[in-house]
């Protein structure tokens, strides 16, 4: 892949990182629930170090390295369970469900770019990406699961 093309990627992976953060600051808007608020934004400022760490490698002051790979669990919760529309107020189980489909549209992406790539720098950092938006969809889904399924005192 020549340099121009992969300057091109990075361009729009960042613009996307960008997308992704005012899609969590403004979903974060909607619910009244702090901690929900709270992970919300979380997730916001996650964006913008994807933001910073492909500035960077565009840069070239990180290397490829600098993300690792990590094991995730997949609940699959977002491929099962409809988007619920996000309207002017949501109920904490809505907003983990939004985020959930969010990320797993950037992983979607990612890894589609990383099939699309030979082995190398570019395919690595695309997983490596991929990795990071499915580890947020992990933290989603499980605060998901815990807030629509709470645990009752009889199990």
């Known amino acids: 892949m020549s340099e121009k093309n992969l300057g091109n990627l ?69 491929e099962h369970l409809d988007e619920p529309e996000a309207e002017a107020r949501l109920d904490s189980k809505d907003a983990y469900l939004i985020a959930a489909h969010r990320e797993l549209k950037s992983y979607t992406f990612y890894r589609a770019l990383a099939d699309l790539h030979p082995d190398g720098n570019a395919k690595e950092i695309l997983l490596k990406m991929a990795n990071e938006e499915l580890k947020h969809k992990e933290k989603v889904e499980y605060l998901y699961a815990n807030t629509a399924f709470p645990q009752t005192a009889g199990g």
Do not use: C, N
């Open 10 to 78: 990075i361009d729009i992976a960042i613009e996307r990182e960008e997308a992704a953060h005012d899609f969590y600051t403004k979903l974060a808007e909607k619910v009244d629930e702090q901690t929900v608020k709270d992970t919300l934004q979380f997730l916001a400022k996650e964006e913008l170090k994807h933001k910073e760490y492909l500035e960077g490698y565009r840069a070239g002051t990180v290397g490829p390295d600098t993300l690792r790979m990590s094991h995730v669990v997949d609940y699959k919760i977002a």
